[in-house]
């Protein structure tokens, strides 16, 4: 049973990121088409933050009610 709940933790933090990275993908994909300086990264770590630090028991709530 333990390892079931640990791949359903698994699969909810990737999508948790995957959401995130879609989220933020237009607005950098804008700041690098204008400032195409290290963008990535940034992309990377603010999708990171977002997955982490999102309401996502309100983002739920919302999307699947």
Do not use: C, H, N
């Not at 690098?32 to 963008?39: C, E, H, N, V």
């Amino acid at each position: 049973m333990d390892d079931r709940q640990e791949t359903s933790r698994r699969i909810e933090v990737a999508a948790k990121i995957a959401v995130s990275l879609a989220v933020l993908f237009p607005v950098y994909a804008l700041l690098y088409l204008t400032f195409p300086a290290s963008i990535i990264a940034f992309y990377l770590i603010s999708a990171g933050l977002l997955a982490a630090f999102a309401p996502w028991d309100k983002i739920k709530q919302k999307f699947l009610s």
